[in-house]
């Protein structure tokens, strides 16, 4: 601003300068005058209709009570005014440069010479002074990229580091040196205007220099912070370093000369022409080099570790070109409508811009971290609840999504406010974005507490179920408490929905009703489904069976395994798994309440002796008391005499009254070590015999029954008909198909055959 200001006086104080530039001024664009003009017009009458009509609704009201569409085209005909004024604006700066050209404008080229000849030796020394220093300083950057070499990643940081400070010393003791040349030189004790420009501009583009030498390092590999091929840093160091050094020295020296010493308007036109050359250089070298930049970017992703980084390479390589080229258009039209700090914009907002990305990338990376490795549950915690881990984990990677689309959406709204695209700070302070904000953070920490929660509870039970706790979870716990983790995570979830939609402003009325009247229709259409949950209710209210128990329901014998409200779970003795709705349900048979019996209805021939049968039985049952079934046997043997006679031999029942569910395993045993005393005392266990009458033949002769080549004896009785123990080793030797005592046989469908 000083250097404006005196240049300003200068030009007032002479007189031809004057009238020079007074008629520059009359000479600008009568379309910039009149909206200038206009301006103050529009406020007033802004002013005025806002005083009339203070009640009136805001303009935007109106803009959001169009449709969409149309909404849309009034966007897109702003955006084409845009674009009009801004390429309106460019043509009319570069016709500025006629003046060059068409005689209205003289240049006194030899005064010009005479005053600023110190400035163009200042230049003509400043320009080989960073050269020379850097060939002097080379053994010192030989020297740190040796001690690079071989070295990993953060070990190279310190050499490199040291390369950027000599770098920076480098440009300080230049800077020192200019400044004293040019105090030298300088007949008073300050430096002039066009010295103070020239050494600005110096520093800026050196600067520039320096970040991009740092980043390549064309003669020191190991020091390059990106890696790549030697020719492809030396190509972009030359061509980004020229580029910086061409618009650095133009836009910061060159401009602001001719600007104060030769035209205001040609200062326009020359600003411009820098400009529009310089994005469109950038934008040739960049299309120029998009095969081979995309091909270090895929070779990239090849040699790093992280898969994350290796994916944003590659997507990367594919719109690299089309990313650079968007930034340089949103330059040029940075600078097409505030060129005054264009350059300071650009830089701020590209600084937030990455900061903003390079923040969000990081937590990005340590959410995935958390994602892909999980949370881990303390050895003690794992132990008392094992499902602990498993239940978080799968809650985890969905918080994570929606931490991750938050932080997205931070980053676009820093980058798009960085460019002053929108105002997040007044948005979220004056607008909608505040209650907005607001109420996306109090949802997602209504979820979180609904999660924790429903966590707390199904730990809590998983903890009572534990068998290796100290007071061991009975069947009628077990159950009621898996009933009650099923009800808990309906009843969260409904809660939990209703809650997050009433904050997001989603009015939650008409979704109640509307599920009451989608209830009513089920009730009507899917009446077998509450059917079902009122007869388990009534059987869960009488504990009829629980989880464990060996039951009988819907003429099927299992293990309950599954149980909930509207079915039970069966694993059947062939492991079938039996799923049995409620509704079925007519009786349930439960083998395991109180205690339990083992009927043992053993059979014998008729010609045994059943007092010797009894003490056997009885022997069998104390010998079963010495085995492991005799702590689950709770009283003597319940002997209940013969039961019946039947076809073939004589049954006699005995009971063991034993725990629930150990009368199986006792039985088994019982009836082994029946069979084994049996045949110790000869006791027989007969097999269905058959006796065959034959009737008389017409002429009052006995039929003859050849069954080993004689006749049947007389009487009308067979020869085989005699009991077994007289039949003789004949008989026993015969084949079963020729003998008369044969043993029931199953059918195809497994029935006995008699």
């Known amino acids: ?316 390589s594919a719109v690299w070109h089309l990313l650079v080229i968007a930034y340089l258009l949103t330059g040029f039209i940075v600078w097409s409508t505030r060129p005054a700090d264009a350059l300071a914009f650009m830089l701020v907002a590209t600084l937030w811009s990455l900061a903003a990305i390079v923040v969000g990338a990081l937590v990005m990376r340590v959410l995935n971290g958390v994602s892909q490795n999980g949370l881990k549950v303390p050895q003690r915690a794992r132990a008392a609840m094992p499902m602990l881990e498993q239940r978080v984990n799968l809650f985890v990677p969905a918080l994570l999504t929606v931490l991750r689309v938050f932080i997205a959406v931070a980053v676009l709204l820093a980058v798009l406010h960085a460019w002053s695209l929108i105002d997040v700070t007044d948005w979220l302070a004056t607008g909608d974005g505040a209650p907005l904000f607001r109420r996306f953070i109090t949802a997602f920490i209504m979820v979180v507490v609904l999660i924790v929660a429903w966590l707390a509870a199904t730990s809590w039970i998983e903890y009572q179920l534990n068998p290796n706790s100290r007071r061991a979870a009975s069947a009628r716990m077990r159950t009621l408490f898996a009933l009650l983790r099923n009800a808990l995570t309906v009843l969260f979830v409904t809660i939990g929905s209703m809650l997050v939609l009433s904050e997001l402003g989603i009015d939650i009325a008409p979704l109640i009703a509307g599920a009451g009247v989608v209830g009513l229709a089920i009730s009507f ?77 053993i059979q014998v021939a008729y010609r045994a002796n059943l007092d010797e049968v009894k003490r056997l039985m009885l022997l069998a049952f104390d010998r079963l008391m010495e085995t492991e079934h005799g702590p689950y046997i709770l009283e003597p043997l319940d002997m209940q005499g013969v039961l019946m006679l039947a076809e073939n031999a004589v049954t006699v029942r005995a009971r063991i009254k034993t725990a629930p569910g150990k009368q199986w395993a006792a039985g088994r045993a019982y009836t082994e070590i029946v069979k084994l005393l049996f045949d110790e005392h000869g006791i027989e266990i007969p097999f269905p015999q058959r006796t065959i009458w034959i009737g008389d033949a017409k002429d009052n002769e006995e039929p003859r ?10 009487g009308g009785k067979p020869q085989g008909s005699e009991p077994p123990s007289k039949r003789g080793a004949a008989a026993a030797d015969r084949a079963p198909a020729e003998t008369l005592d044969v043993p029931d046989s199953p059918d195809d469908d497994g029935n006995v055959t008699r």
Request: include cysteine; proline fraction near 4%; charged fraction near 20%.
């Open 1 to 316: 601003m000083k250097a404006a200001r005196d240049a300003l006086i200068r030009v007032l104080s002479d007189e031809r300068k004057r009238a020079q530039f007074l008629k520059e001024l009359e000479g600008l664009d009568a379309g910039e005058g009149a909206a200038a003009a206009g301006a103050p017009a529009a406020g007033a009458a802004a002013g005025g209709s806002a005083a009339a009509g203070a009640t009136s609704p805001p303009a935007t009201t109106d803009e959001a009570a169009l449709p969409l569409p149309q909404q849309f085209g009034e966007y897109t005909r702003e955006v084409g005014e845009d674009l009009r004024r801004i390429f309106g604006r460019t043509w009319t700066s570069l016709l500025n440069l006629q003046t060059l050209v068409d005689g209205s404008l003289t240049i006194d080229w030899a005064g010009l010479w005479s005053r600023y000849e110190t400035t163009a030796l200042l230049i003509a020394v400043a320009l080989p002074l960073i050269p020379v220093m850097r060939f002097l300083l080379r053994p010192a950057f030989g020297w740190l990229d040796r001690r690079a070499d071989g070295q990993p990643l953060l070990r190279r940081l310190l050499p490199a580091t040291g390369a950027v400070l000599l770098d920076v010393l480098m440009l300080v003791i230049a800077l020192f040196v200019l400044v004293a040349i040019a105090l030298r030189m300088s007949t008073s004790e300050r430096l002039d205007t066009a010295e103070t420009l020239f050494l600005s501009a110096f520093l800026a583009t050196q600067l520039a220099r320096l970040t991009v030498r740092a980043v390549f390092r064309p003669l020191h590999p190991h020091l390059r912070l990106l890696p790549c091929r030697d020719d492809i840093a030396r190509h972009w160091t030359r061509r980004i370093g020229g580029l910086a050094t061409f618009v650095g020295y133009s836009m910061l020296f060159f401009v602001p000369m001719v600007t104060y010493a030769i035209s205001f308007r040609v200062g326009i036109g020359v600003r411009m022409a820098i400009v529009l050359i310089a994005t469109l250089a950038a934008i040739v070298m960049v299309v120029a080099n998009r095969t081979e930049v995309r091909r270090e970017l895929v070779d990239a992703s090849n040699r790093v570790r992280s898969r994350t980084i290796a994916l944003i390479l590659v997507r990367l």
């Open 705 to 714: 029954l050849p069954l080993d080549g004689k006749s049947a004896g007389r």
């Open 525 to 601: 259409g899917a009446q077998k489904l509450v059917q079902d949950i009122i007869t388990g209710a009534f059987l869960q209210f009488e504990n009829a069976l629980n989880e464990g128990d060996v039951v009988t329901v819907a003429g099927i014998s299992g293990v309950v395994e599954h149980l909930t409200i509207r079915s039970v779970g069966l694993r059947d003795v062939s492991g079938v798994f039996h799923v049995i709705p409620f509704s079925s349900v007519d009786a349930v048979s439960n083998a395991m309440r109180g205690f339990a019996f083992h009927v043992a209805d």
